[in-house]
Antibody, heavy 123, light 109 residues
């Protein structure tokens, strides 16, 4: 069964850092692009970042450029999101989602989603 | 700033048909925007329904279909079931970034 499972969320002060992880199973991890999507409490979905299957190409929404870094470890079948200089507006549930196709084709969308991990930025 | 617009809410009767739309502030939505549709029920993660305009995932019920309609991406539910009550989000590609619509709250009543 294809699955992704997020972890690493928690409470952090403004200006702090947090690293989210997403462990993938049931598919050839390096064969697919991956994305992070977030949802603020009571709000809609917001795409945050994507990474190609090889990890060589990364993409970000403007609001997190320079603060967040997406990466992947093929040997550990794990996707990461390093979040620095966190702001109150980054408070959200963060979902990891598997891409539909491999390579750089993150734009095809996502098929399998995790249950999410919650990040709260507050003093 | 690119804005993707969906109907905030729609109501449909059980067994009826409803079409949700997804418009882009940049102009007509085409297949090059690779429209995706997702369903989200309260307290749950989103579930993928449609990708690349009209392609269904293996788990997508047959009553869901995607298309382009009048310059917008569209999701049509035919023979609506009570369990289809949920929030629906579209997703469009803008050459480097992905943008979700604001979502449509579908009520089955």
């Amino acid at each position: 069964e294809v699955q992704v499972l997020e972890s690493g969320g928690g409470l952090v002060q403004p200006g702090g850092s947090l690293r989210l992880s997403c462990v993938a199973s049931g598919f050839t991890f390096s064969g697919y692009a991956m994305s992070w999507v977030r949802q603020a409490p009571g709000k809609g979905l917001e795409w945050v970042s994507a990474i190609s299957g090889s990890g060589g190409s990364t993409y970000y929404v403007d609001s997190v450029k320079g603060r967040f870094t997406i990466s992947r470890d093929t040997f550990k079948n794990t996707l990461y999101l390093q979040m620095n200089s966190l702001r109150a507006e980054d408070t959200a549930t963060y979902y990891c989602a598997k891409g539909i196709r491999g390579g750089h084709s993150y734009y095809y969308g996502m098929d399998v989603w995790g249950q999410g991990t919650t990040v709260t930025v507050s003093s | 700033q690119t804005v993707v617009t969906q109907e905030p809410s729609l109501t449909v009767s059980p067994g009826g048909t409803v079409t949700l739309t997804c418009a882009s502030s940049t102009g007509a939505v085409t297949s090059g925007y690779y429209p995706n549709w997702f369903q989200q029920k309260p307290g749950q993660a989103p579930r993928a329904l449609i990708y690349s305009t009209s392609n269904k995932h293996s788990w997508t019920p047959a009553r869901f279909s995607g298309s382009l309609l009048g310059g917008k991406a569209a999701l049509t539910l035919s023979g609506v079931q009570p369990e289809d009550e949920a929030d629906y989000y579209c997703l469009l590609y803008y050459g480097g970034a992905l943008v979700f619509g604001g979502g449509t709250k579908l009520t089955v009543l």
